[in-house]
């Protein structure tokens, strides 16, 4: 009965092995093969170029930044959001404070849209 038990397992074992093969065998098809690197190869040197283009130097840090934030607000962490809300208050105030908007606000509104409108328009053409 022993014999018979510890072949029952080995079988059990072998039907396993065979399954797990077979999946690393399906994953291994899955995978895509790269074909025609000659593109790839064509591209090296310009950015090899691009790369040493700069003489090696570093750039300084005040024109290294950060993490992009994210732009979902639901995205950002809890400090990113104060630090939203501190500046959106923060231009609420300044907006509400300044005097051509206090005497009469559409006007102040459509102003600054269209001034805004220009300023998309110009950096398209240029």
């Known amino acids: 009965m022993k014999l018979r038990k510890e072949k029952w397992l080995q079988k059990i074992e072998s039907v396993k092995m065979a399954k797990q093969k077979q999946k690393a065998e399906a994953k291994r098809k899955a ?22 283009g700069g003489r090696g130097r570093k750039p300084l840090k005040s024109h290294i930044k950060a993490k992009a934030e994210p732009a979902d607000f639901c995205l950002m962490k809890q400090a990113q959001k104060h630090r939203l809300l501190d ?4 231009r609420f105030h300044e907006v509400i404070s300044d005097p051509q ?9 459509s102003e600054h849209l269209s001034k805004r409108l220009r300023q998309g328009e110009q950096g398209e053409l240029l």
């Open 87 to 90: 500046q959106e208050v923060a």
């Open 31 to 52: 995978t895509p093969v790269v074909g025609d690197m000659q593109p790839l190869m064509e591209a090296l040197p310009e950015l090899s170029y691009l790369t040493t």
């Open 101 to 109: 908007y206090r005497a009469n606000p559409l006007l102040a509104i």
